[in-house]
């Protein structure tokens, strides 16, 4: 990372990224630890009822430690925090997979600790989920359905990042965990907290400068997943300051 740019966050008092252990930051923090499902304790209605009692203009900050589960509440999730009006801060501490990374990307600010773990992978059918008895129609049937759940969730992401969805379709594919550093590559994580430089819109207004002056960016910020990002840290980061 090049000197330059660290000396410019350090300069504007962003040298230190903030974190969810912080007591100081005055938001709330929903805390998300387990599976994914209806009645789990991860689902549609423990985030509803957290935001019927949270004050939006203040902001959400979650944090997620999830091995996933199933993907219709993900996605019921996801649907209730990108309609939500709240400036939404999510991060990953320990581990975010599977349906978790659906809900994950919800968030408009997303961090992660440099060893937090990540995994994507096809989207399955429980056993409980089939038929007793099943025909080569009923076995076609559902390779189909899933292969379609599969493909939208790589749109998806892709949508959300702006990242080549051909990426997340072989990530699906291979089922094999993702570094942290890739994450960030593919615009699913915005900041690796101590590593990366801290996001903010000020940051980001730089970049033509930065680059002017043949300062080397290890990393493509300018793009509407950043700045989306960009508008929510600064409001976390002003709440905090």
């Given at each position: ?16 990224p903030?974190?969810?252990s ?76 599977s ?5 994950y ?44 759940l ?21 990530q ?11 994450m ?48 929510a ?5 002003n709440?905090?300051?």
């Open positions: 990372m090049a000197v330059a740019a660290l000396d410019f966050a350090a300069a504007h008092g962003e040298g230190l903030i974190t969810t912080d007591p100081a930051a005055n938001t709330p923090v929903l805390r998300l630890v387990g599976a994914i499902g209806e009645g789990e304790p991860i689902s549609a209605s423990v985030v509803e009822g957290f935001l019927s009692r949270s004050d939006a203009s203040r902001g959400m900050r979650i944090e997620i430690d999830s091995h996933g589960g199933e993907h219709a509440e993900a996605m019921k999730i996801y649907a209730i925090l990108r309609a939500s009006p709240a400036a939404t801060w999510m991060h990953v501490e320990h581990q975010c997979a349906a978790a990374i659906l809900v990307a919800a968030a408009a600010f997303r961090t992660a600790a440099p060893g937090a773990r990540f995994l994507l992978h096809s989207i399955r059918i429980p056993r409980a989920g089939l038929e007793k008895h099943l025909t080569a129609r009923d076995l076609r049937r559902h390779a189909a359905d899933l292969e379609q599969d493909n939208d969730m790589a749109v998806l992401l892709a949508r959300r990042t702006g990242y080549d969805v051909c990426w997340f379709a072989k699906l594919e291979n089922e094999e965990p993702t570094s942290v550093p890739e960030f590559a593919a615009g699913i994580v915005h900041e690796i907290c101590g590593l990366t430089l801290p996001i903010s819109s000020q940051f980001l207004r730089s970049i033509p400068e930065l680059s002017a002056r043949r300062i080397f960016l290890p990393h493509d910020y300018d793009t509407p997943n950043f700045w989306a990002a960009a508008a840290a600064d409001h976390f980061r709440a905090h300051g």
